[in-house]
């Protein structure tokens, strides 16, 4: 700017200006100099600053006119007067003069201009005092300055920087809280201006900006700091190289002396970025270097501002600056201690701030959850649950895994934080359900978790789990209806382990309580060397129970002589663990002791706090009668079905077997609290539940808190007795067993009750089968029950409705259960055998309708069939006429011939017989009708009897005994089968028979089992059975290999279509296999398992295969003596069936002598005369020797124990149902006596007596004349048996 010359102003005019150069004033504005009073002067000037103020700039006239005033009032007299009000007031003039002469300033000089501004910015520390009078005037110098940008004036002068730097810091140190706005952005306006419109920034200049940042200045002036902020944000685009290069110069070259504020570099670094991150964009690269650093501090001083802007609430750092980030944590695995420490502690605020960025924390996080040092892992410990108790979708399972993973520490202060960290987790997410279902539901795990801690052996963990159970998973404080709800529904949803946990918790401490009770009473008793031995080792057992038990044992020595003295103290004690002390008297005793105890003088106590420990493990906080009741009250609800069972997240059926779980825990701890008639209804109400496990839970509470019952509360005695006998009599053993121990513990007249018990109890009747009068009215119910099911889907004739799948399914499961669809073991043996019988006949009977056979799969088929070899005589003969019937009249498919292959395992002669002549009968029959019916050559698949062998393969391929593929005794058995039927059919070669029986054998193994198709288990026992029955063939018939006149059909729905190129001529059984098979040695029979089979059907339900032990063995002792027997297995057989013993018994006993063969050992010719007794004759049939019972009485009573030979065992007791594999019954053989074999297949023995002709003597006859080979054959065989 180019200033017009100045002149020199004159020193005393007056009036208007003229042209000769004085000094013109305003009108009424006298001269101004010194000569005049102060007030005179401020009065006289107060006028010009009203002229200037009202001029503008387009006042020419009056601009030339004031000129020499102008340049009058920047002299000296007025820049260095010492009147604070003149000086205001010409500054103000001056103000204006610059605003008025705009932009050609009427100074010249730039010494004066700088004199100028430097008074100016004097003058503007009047604006610290908003109550004076003469802020206005200040306020209006400022607002002057603002606007017009006076100050761009001094970019002109070489030194402007001098007031530049005066004037900021003028500013930063008169703005205060009493300002408003608008001083705050005139300062801002004026500030700004010189920044934007410069050329630069020095570092003075922006040190006097920055130096508001710095905490200190902070937090003197906050005004100050708020104003900086605003400068900078206004700035940024300017100033920011400026901050770079002051960083630049400090961090990166170490030029510390640039600056006074260089020491603040990371304070600042943190508030620029607060203000905004653009000031900082080139300095963060900086700071990448200087985590890289090799001096542990700085690295440290750097994660502690770079943890700060990370975590800050509204940084996206991390995501604008991916490489720092990923710089920055990789100081979580710093060499140096604090900085792996400070990074660590960063990361709760980075949870809390950023939940975006946990997912980058976790696995840093999860390394140093394993760091050696303690204090490290500690802290990853406080940071999760920090940021968890804040919100707890901010850290996710693996975070909280972390914490679990940690409550096994290895140092007690970082498992006690996490296990305290976990508790109050749980306090809040589960019990005050502050966020929800979802929220408690991830932590539900952790009330089991952290009573399994109870499991470790450190006493502090064990201390330190009952003090969360006692505040934070079931509140004691809680009013005693919702602490026992908190219980409640806790026991009900804890796992197994946890359940046990909080049970050893509870004996623990009332183990505790009956130490301190023995320890009270030695008190009682007279002081002796004795009295004082036993009570040094109580206390020696009471310490062991409490932290660091060395401190520990001179603390309970403290305080037993603390009880010695004080005899309140007793008092108070004895109280404490009385049987009949409330919560409420625990909580009172507890503090009454602790205030005696404590010492005012002594702020820490280890002593006083060592008592606590131990008034808190025997104090009964939780549970007294009124709690108990609560407890009952609360099991009632869930009976009745208004409890909140779902809302709490378990079912009812839950909720009440938990809750009398619980109620029997305590029935041990607290015996006293559930003397109540209230209680004890409740408890008899679930006695007549139906649940057992519930009822024998409630007899165990009555065993053990019922001991007043007959003296206080005869009512409940005259309800309780009957029940007891009920369950004593009827119930499940474990009822029984409890129920006799509860009627020994409470009543006094136990002999009485006991007797009569037994009195009642008769043998159970353990028979298969009884007469028609005699089966319940139930079953009979029952029975007619599934007849009409039947009747009423024979009349729909449709499956519409689905109810004929029902029906089966019914039929099904009821085979499934042998009778008993409850499984509850209240029905007898004879009624299940009426009900297996009904089942199996209505599945038949349905199979006869075609639209209902259609639907019946595979596996209930095979459930069908396997009634032919029921356990019981009756229902195998019932089942194989009613089979025998429909199949003569052609109203069963030709699947159910296949059927009677089963019965080559039946142990009864006149059964296999009977079984024959059915084939034989059924098969002439559809021979005879093919002949006389020519139309029915369409139907030949339905029709033909050859076609039975598919069905027969499929059959047996599925039987329960055929377990291993490879196993000879269980192949001999599936031959047997296979022979059985195959004899009858190839009797005759008709139409090159033979031939398409073999030709479908082989068509069978290029296809797969339609019923599992992709287990290569199913499919190998498949194929398996088929190379059995090619070698049947092959070895009974010479014209088997003919052509086979036309390509056998294979049924749908038991084969899948062969595959294309796929050709199966792999052999599954072995030459030498085959050569056993077909001439091997005559394998021992087989005896009768169960009809339910397991089947490999998906969710069949298993049943419990009878193990060698239960079943037994049945042995003929001269046929395994002598294998010569199999040669005479008709004749054998035939004199086998008349023997004298049940078959349908449960003990069977028969009465057999033999004649001792010579040098036999008398020993071991008594073990073989008591199998005999026991197990009875085997005989055999076509090579296979078979256990035969006599068709009719098979189900007489056991015989008097006159009739049993004193030197045979005892009876064995009645084995479980069905068959167990061969594998199982040959794994026992070694169990048996040394002669002994176990027979085929494992079934339950089926021995019985019969009445049919001839008697024992019969079975007796032939028993001597195989003794002269059985010396030689016994060792041999029992070598064999070994070695199998």
């Not at 001269?31 to 007030?39: F, G, R």
């Not at 010494?111 to 503007?124: N, P, S």
């Not at 809390?352 to 996080?365: G, Q, S, W």
């Not at 193994?1005 to 498949?1022: F, G, I, M, Y």
Request: glycine fraction near 4%; charge should be neutral.
């Amino acid at each position: 700017m180019d200033f017009a010359a100045q002149p020199k102003p004159a020193t005393a005019l007056c009036g208007v200006g003229s042209a000769d150069g004085k000094i013109a004033y305003p009108p009424g504005v006298k001269e101004i100099t010194d000569k005049i009073t102060t007030d005179e002067m401020i009065k006289r000037l107060k006028m010009v600053v009203k002229t200037f103020m009202d001029m503008d700039q387009d006042s020419e006239d009056e601009k030339q006119q004031y000129l020499p005033l102008a340049l009058h009032l920047a002299s000296e007299f007025f820049l260095r007067n010492p009147n604070k009000d003149v000086r205001l007031l010409v500054a103000c003039c001056l103000a204006d003069i610059f605003r008025i002469y705009a932009p050609e300033a009427p100074y010249t000089s730039h010494d004066k201009l700088k004199d100028i501004f430097l008074f100016i910015t004097r003058q503007l520390k009047g604006l610290e005092d908003t109550k004076s009078p003469q802020f206005n005037r200040y306020f209006y110098l400022l607002e002057n300055l603002a606007w017009v940008k006076s100050y761009n004036i001094c970019f002109e002068l070489e030194d402007c920087n001098e007031i530049f730097i005066q004037l900021f810091r003028t500013l930063f140190s008169v703005i205060n809280n009493s300002h408003n706005k608008k001083v705050q952005m005139h300062m801002l306006d004026l500030m700004s201006s010189i920044i934007m419109e410069g050329d630069g920034v020095t570092q003075e200049l922006l040190d006097s900006i920055l130096i508001n940042l710095i905490p200190a200045h902070k937090n003197l002036n906050k005004q100050s700091f708020d104003l900086a902020k605003g400068l900078l944000k206004r700035t940024v685009q300017t100033i920011e190289a400026c901050i770079a290069n002051f960083f630049n110069q400090v961090l990166v070259l170490g030029r510390s002396s640039v600056s006074d504020l260089s020491e603040h570099v990371f304070d600042l670094i943190q508030e620029l970025f607060a203000i905004d991150p653009h000031l900082l964009l080139s300095v963060m690269p900086q700071l990448e270097f200087k985590l890289k650093s090799n001096d542990g501090e700085e690295r440290l001083a750097v994660v502690r501002l770079l943890a700060k802007l990370f975590g800050s609430k509204d940084s996206d750092l991390a995501t604008q600056n991916r490489p720092l980030w990923q710089c920055f944590l990789g100081r979580f695995n710093d060499i140096h201690v604090p900085v792996r420490l400070e990074s660590v502690k960063f990361a709760s605020h980075c949870l809390m701030n950023h939940p975006d960025l946990a997912k980058d924390l976790t696995e840093y996080l999860k390394v140093r959850s394993h760091d050696p040092e303690e204090a490290i892992r500690h802290d990853v410990i406080v940071t999760i649950i920090t940021a968890a108790k804040r919100d707890l979708a901010l850290v996710n399972d693996q975070l909280l895994g972390f914490v679990r993973e940690r409550t096994l520490d290895k140092r007690w202060r970082v498992r006690k934080e996490a296990m305290m960290g976990l508790a109050q987790l749980y306090k809040k997410y589960c019990l005050h359900g502050e966020a929800g279902k979802e929220a408690a539901e991830k932590v539900s795990w952790i009330k089991d978790k952290l009573l399994h801690i109870y499991y470790q052996n450190s006493i502090d963990d064990k201390l330190l789990v009952e003090k969360i159970f006692a505040q934070y998973l079931v509140p004691h404080n809680l009013e005693t209806e919702e602490r026992m709800k908190c219980l409640y529904y806790l026991y009900a949803s804890l796992d197994p382990n946890a359940v046990k946990a909080l049970n050893e918790m509870w004996k623990c401490q009332n183990m505790l309580r009956s130490h301190v009770r023995e320890l009270l009473d030695l008190h009682k008793q007279p002081t002796s060397e004795t009295n004082c031995s036993a009570m040094f080792g109580k206390l020696m057992t009471i310490a062991k129970n409490l932290p660091d038990p060395g401190k520990a044992q001179d603390f309970v020595k403290k305080f037993n002589q603390v009880l010695g003295d004080d005899e309140k103290l007793r008092s108070q004690l004895e109280l404490l663990i009385s049987p009949t002390c409330s919560c409420k008297q625990a909580d009172v005793c507890v503090r009454e002791i602790a205030r005696k105890l404590a010492n005012p003088k002594q702020p820490t106590n280890p002593f006083l706090e060592m008592v606590k420990f131990l008034l808190e493990r025997i104090a009964p906080v939780h549970i007294d009668s009124e709690a108990i009741s609560a407890l009952v009250k609360l099991m009632n609800k869930s009976i009745e079905g208004t409890a909140d069972d779902e809302e709490e997240g378990v079912s009812p059926d839950t909720a009440i077997r938990s809750g009398l779980e619980l109620l029997k825990v305590l029935s041990f701890t607290h015996p006293t609290s559930f003397h109540s008639a209230e209680t004890y209804e409740s408890l008899l109400q679930c006695l007549r539940m139906e649940d057992d496990k519930v009822a024998e839970a409630a007899i165990q509470i009555f065993r053990n808190t019922g001991h007043k019952i007959e003296t206080d509360l005869p009512q409940i005695r005259s309800t309780l007795i009957p029940i007891l006998h009920q369950k004593a009599k009827r119930g499940t053993p474990h009822q029984a067993k409890q129920a006799v121990h509860c009627i020994h513990a409470i009543f006094t007249n136990k002999e009485v009750q006991l007797a009569q018990i037994f009195e009642s109890t008769g043998e159970k009747n353990g028979k298969l089968w009884s007469p028609d009068e005699e089966v319940s009215p139930e079953v009979l119910a029952k029975v007619q029950a599934i007849k009409l099911l039947v009747r009423w889907l024979l009349g729909m004739k449709n499956n519409q409705s689905k109810s004929a799948n029902s029906t089966l399914r019914l039929l099904s499961a009821m085979l499934v259960s042998e009778g008993d669809l409850t499984e509850q073991k209240r029905i007898s043996k004879s009624d299940m055998s009426r009900l297996r019988l009904a089942a199996g006949s209505a599945i038949m009977k349905l199979a006869q309708e075609p639209c209902y056979h259609e639907i019946i799969t595979p596996e209930q088929f095979q459930l069908c069939a396997l009634v032919i070899n029921d356990e019981c005589y009756q229902v195998r003969q019932i089942f194989a006429q009613k089979l025998h019937k429909a199949l003569v009249k052609l109203l069963l498919p030709l699947e159910y011939m296949a059927i009677f292959a089963l019965c080559a395992k039946d142990p009864v002669k006149e059964r296999r017989a009977h079984a024959r002549q059915c084939l034989l009968k059924n098969i002439s029959i559809r021979r005879e009708y093919i002949k006389q019916n020519p139309m029915a050559t369409e139907k030949l698949l339905s029709l033909l009897p050859e076609y039975v062998v598919p069905y027969m393969i499929h059959l047996l391929a599925h039987d329960p005994d055929f377990t291993r593929s490879q196993d000879v005794d269980q192949l001999r058995d599936i031959k047997e089968c296979l022979w059985f039927m195959l004899e009858v059919l190839m009797t005759k070669n008709e139409n090159n028979s033979h031939a398409f029986m073999k030709k479908m054998a082989e068509n069978i193994k290029l296809t797969k089992d339609a019923q599992s198709p992709d287990e290569s288990k199913t499919n190998e026992k498949l194929y398996t059975v088929c190379d059995v029955a090619l070698c049947v063939i092959n070895s009974k018939s010479a014209l088997c290999n003919a052509d086979s006149p036309k390509d056998p059909v294979l049924p749908m729905k038991f084969f899948t279509q062969p595959e294309k190129d796929f050709c199966n001529d792999k052999s599954y059984i072995s030459e030498e296999t085959r050569v056993l098979l077909l001439t091997g040695k005559p394998k021992p029979t087989g005896v009768l398992g169960a009809v339910n089979k397991p089947l490999s059907a998906t969710g069949r339900k298993p049943y419990v295969r009878s193990t060698g032990a239960e079943t037994g063995s049945n042995i003929n002792v001269n046929s395994e003596l002598n294998p010569s027997t199999g040669n005479r297995s008709r004749e054998q057989s035939s004199e086998a069936a008349e023997t004298g013993v049940s078959e349908n018994e449960e003990n069977p006993v028969r009465i057999i002598s033999v004649t001792p063969a010579k040098n036999i050992d008398p020993v071991k010719n008594k073990e073989i005369n008591s199998d005999q007794a026991t197990q009875g004759n085997i005989s055999s049939d076509r090579g296979k020797k078979r256990t035969v019972t006599a068709a009719g009485a098979e189900n007489i009573q056991q015989k008097t124990d006159e009739e049993v030979d004193e030197s045979g065992p005892p009876a064995p007791s009645k084995p479980k149902r069905g068959r167990r594999p061969k594998s199982e019954s040959q794994g026992n053989a070694t169990k048996t006596d040394d002669i002994s074999k176990p027979l085929g297949k494992g079934r339950k023995r089926a021995a019985g007596s019969q009445e049919g002709p001839g008697g024992l003597e019969a079975g007796n006859a032939k028993a001597p004349k195989l003794q002269d080979g059985a010396k030689k054959a016994a060792p041999a065989e029992r070598q064999i048996d070994l070695q199998r």
